[in-house]
């Protein structure tokens, strides 16, 4: 007697971090499943992290590896992704290559939304986690920042801002060494914004890589003589504010 059997794949729905749902196709009973993340998702900032490496690919920057427990640092060019035969999504260029799947992933405590694979040209695959830079959506959710903003001290900096659920946005704020979660709706009728003390159970992904400091009267770039802080810029090139790597100079 013949048996049949229909796999039907998981879909996976992460639209924080633009990705895409898995294929329809059957899977065999002994392949897992891969879901495809989104190829627009890697021409943004994507951070693959794990045991003692750090991968950032940025398409105005390139693919930087660093190595930690070596201090080895490798470099290569940006270059467009591509579809594995596996339904993943990969960058190959130089030396290195990212795979990225859409299967959450876990490393440090921290839930990831992506399961990430490296290879450096005659080493083997050092896999880990990775997220897109939540600073990628960062324009599209200012007016939930602001709103938060106007709840907080003068001079606060915002940590992480992100979608959460489908109409409100989480919005993570530092004043000195006060921290506070806010929740605002995406549209200012849409509800309250309100703030309370931080989760510290709640561990977001790529917090505090970068900071934002709000654009505002009297402030200018906040690297002072130390570096030059990028501008967040609107359509009309008005600068928003500017990412920072730390608080002080």
Known sequence: MTRRMLLLPV?????????????????????????????????????????????????????????????????????????????????????????????????GGASYPMTASVVVEGQAARTGCAYMRWDERLTELLPAVDACLSLAPPGSIVTYAAQDGADRVLVRIRSGETASDC??????????TVTIARDAALVAPGEGDPLFVRARDGVTQPGGECYEAPAVRGPDGAVLGWLVADEAC
């Open 183 to 192: 929740r605002a709706p995406r549209s200012p009728t849409a509800g309250p």
């Open 11 to 107: 879909l996976l729905t992460l639209a924080a971090c633009g990705l895409e749902p898995a294929s329809q196709a059957p899977q065999s009973a002994a392949a897992p499943s891969v879901a495809s993340v989104g190829l627009d998702t890697l021409t943004r900032h994507v951070v693959a992290i794990g045991e003692g490496w750090r991968l950032d690919s940025d398409p105005q920057a390139g693919l930087t590896l660093d190595l930690a427990n070596s201090g080895e640092l490798i470099s290569a060019d940006y270059a467009a992704p591509t579809r594995t035969n596996e339904g993943a999504t990969r960058i190959t260029s130089g030396r290195l290559a990212l795979t990225l799947d859409a299967r959450a992933c876990t490393h």
